[in-house]
């Protein structure tokens, strides 16, 4: 513990570095664990999908959603998110929804739009289009 502490005191500057990475890495799970909106993996989408008749909106630009989406997926273009438009997707908001993006990174921020908006079974795809191609799994083009 001495050396842990006069470590510390000689390099301030990677201690304080190496705290705000514990800070972070604690945050992030935290979050994630109480977050409304839940990051689910392929397998639970294509469960979600066949059993629940889960919806996948796939929010990436027109021309990554033509060069191959999930099967069935609706497409959300840009001016709808930057509005908060859903109103094209009213008839599906009893329905389990599955967010796409490209790696499962700005999914997050439509759903918890989605939630603000009434949305209840909000969930998005871990990994995005990466993880569903990367788990072999079909795609339309």
């Not at 570095?17 to 409304?36: E, K």
């Not at 009893?94 to 739009?113: F, H, L, Q, R, Y």
């Not at 989605?114 to 795609?139: E, I, R």
Request: hydrophobic share 50%.
């Amino acid at each position: 513990m001495d050396q842990i502490i006069e470590f510390a005191g000689n390099n301030v500057l990677l201690a304080g570095i190496w705290a705000a990475l514990v800070v972070a890495i604690v945050y992030s799970f935290v979050a994630g664990s109480l977050s409304p909106i839940k990051e689910i993996g392929t397998h639970d989408a294509t469960m979600l999908m066949n059993k629940d008749d889960a919806v996948v909106l796939d929010i990436r630009p027109p021309a990554e959603f033509k060069k191959g989406h999930i099967l069935g997926a609706k497409q959300l273009k840009a001016e709808q998110i930057a509005k908060a438009d859903f109103a094209s997707l009213e008839k599906h908001k009893d329905k389990p929804i599955i967010v796409v993006c490209s790696m499962g990174m700005t999914a997050k921020k439509t759903a918890s739009s989605m939630l603000k908006d009434g949305f209840d079974k909000v969930s998005v795809l871990k990994g995005g289009m990466n993880a569903w191609q990367g788990a072999s799994l079909p795609v339309a083009k």
